[in-house]
């Protein structure tokens, strides 16, 4: 009967794992936690995201280890004693039917800065707090990432094992936490872009030079995180599927890329673009609607992977064509949520299904039913739950 539905609306399998859609909410950094833990802030808004209807639903990108962030509000799962925190989310956001999903990643040379409000300035004197001191941000070669940042410390082979380190252990930690799918974020200029891109790579040793050494260190991490993360959970990575204006980084190298990956274990390339620019002829991306599904469905074809599309993504209709073009398997979507959050239950309706609102529907949790089962009965209607809002 599923077959029946627009793709959009058909489920879909990675190992153990189903998302009874083909819609994604994307990571979007909330600049929100605190010690890298989620807040009630974190509730509501993964909440109504959840409650929207999406089949998979990523908490924001979760650096893994305090270094990695990029601020000191940007969240990070490095501890077991963030854990708690972040099961309220994941056990929020699977009582609405939607899969538990966190992107790991690390800042490299872009952390030691202030929040978005502030346009990510680097921390420093006379425009930062004592209790929030700038620190000594890592990257692969001593080159700032813009004029105005410090330079930050190149990585020694300690500090890559350290990193690596520190990537298992988000990963098992992500598992106690209640995550179902984790990413491993490789794009938008991060340390591991940072790696990838000879414009931001200059070394001399076995993770520069040419591309097999640059693709080194992502490797690595693809290796030690797929040990660490159960064999019957997916493991997604995200690429900027080339730099940014004036990049080296392209197509191609993105392919070879994700070939490697799906040899270590990746089950699925998030295609997105930029983090890196430079002074070559490489032109800037256009943002027009869909822009970066041509990325996802080359990814698809030359390196036989399953994709995720995103990036202004707006009409249903256009994510319907994009799955039935055999562009992406998946796609993702940010700015469209935060202005619709009910943008999969619209998604349904304009698609022609007769019942939409059931695709967002979901049986309520058995404490809840049991707690309002007669309150249930006399007004014969289902309610979402309503999640203790409680400081941690």
């Not at 962030?69 to 925190?85: D, E, F, M, V």
């Not at 943002?287 to 036989?304: C, L, S």
Request: with cysteine; aromatic share 6%; proline share 7%.
């Amino acid at each position: 009967m599923t077959d029946t539905l627009p793709l959009l609306f058909q489920p879909y399998s990675l190992r153990g794992i189903t998302a009874k859609n083909r819609i994604v909410v994307a990571p979007m950094c909330q600049y929100a936690s605190v010690d890298g833990a989620p807040t009630d802030w974190h509730m509501v808004h993964m909440g109504r995201l959840a409650m929207g209807g999406a089949g998979i639903s990523f908490v924001e990108e979760t650096a893994v280890e305090a270094r990695g962030r990029k601020t000191y509000q940007c969240a990070g799962l490095w501890s077991s004693n963030q854990i708690p925190a972040y099961r309220r989310v994941t056990d929020m956001i699977r009582s609405f039917g939607s899969v538990p999903a966190i992107q790991s990643g690390h800042s490299g040379r872009k952390g030691s800065c202030h929040g978005a409000m502030q346009g990510w300035k680097p921390l420093g004197e006379g425009n930062t707090t004592p209790d929030q001191p700038p620190w000594i941000a890592l990257a692969p070669s001593p080159l700032p990432d813009t004029p105005a940042h410090p330079l930050p410390h190149a990585m020694d082979r300690d500090d890559i094992a350290t990193v690596l380190a520190a990537f298992a252990e988000n990963a098992r930690l992500s598992l106690d936490a209640g995550f179902e799918l984790l990413e491993i974020h490789g794009a938008h200029g991060y340390l591991i872009h940072q790696f990838l891109s000879p414009l931001s790579n200059h070394r001399a040793d076995g993770y520069g030079g040419d591309l097999n050494g640059r693709m080194r260190f992502a490797l690595e991490v693809a290796e030690t995180v797929r040990k660490a993360w159960p064999a019957d959970r997916a493991l997604w990575w995200r690429a900027s599927c080339v730099d940014g204006k004036g990049g080296v980084w392209d197509l191609d190298d993105t392919v070879v890329l994700a070939r490697e990956l799906k040899a270590r274990g990746v089950d699925l390339i998030d295609c997105s673009s930029g983090g890196i620019s430079g002074d070559t002829d490489m032109p800037i991306v256009p943002r027009t609607p869909g822009y970066q599904a041509g990325f996802a469905e080359a990814v698809r074809r030359e390196a036989d992977i399953a994709t995720v599309a995103v990036g202004e993504i707006i009409e249903p209709r256009q994510a319907e064509a994009i799955l039935t073009e055999g562009k992406a398997d998946l796609v993702a979507i940010a700015r469209e949520l935060m202005l619709d959050a009910n943008w999969p239950a619209r998604a349904a309706r304009e698609l022609g299904i007769e019942a939409w609102w059931t695709c967002c529907r979901q049986p309520m949790p058995t404490a809840w039913n049991n707690a309002n089962a007669s309150a249930r009965s006399m007004l014969n209607v289902i309610k979402p739950p309503r999640p203790t809002m409680t400081a941690m």
